[in-house]
């Protein structure tokens, strides 16, 4: 995975996967009120959609290390 892939993956789901099916569905069930929570909600399942995404790339950068290891590292002696 080039390091654009994540990035364009983000933008495509917000935009398109996530954001123009909400309208379609928010809007029928609550009329004008789900047209206006529309956004916010896309931006949450973004949010969530881009921190599986980073920890995914941080593992992959990361191979041998994990969180307890990377904490102990950091303390000073």
């Known amino acids: ?16 996967i996530v954001y ?4 379609f569905l928010l809007g029928e069930l609550f009329g004008m009120t789900g047209l206006v929570l529309t956004q916010p909600v896309a ?4 949010l969530f959609l881009a ?9 992959k950068l990361m191979p041998g290390k994990n969180r307890a ?4 590292e950091e303390q000073p002696a």
């Open 1 to 16: 995975m080039s390091v654009a892939t994540p990035s364009f993956i983000l933008s495509i789901c917000r935009q398109g």
């Open 20 to 23: 123009i099916p909400l309208l």
């Open 43 to 46: 931006d949450y399942i973004s």
């Open 51 to 59: 921190a599986g995404l980073y920890f995914a790339a941080s593992r």
């Open 69 to 72: 290891t990377l904490i102990s």
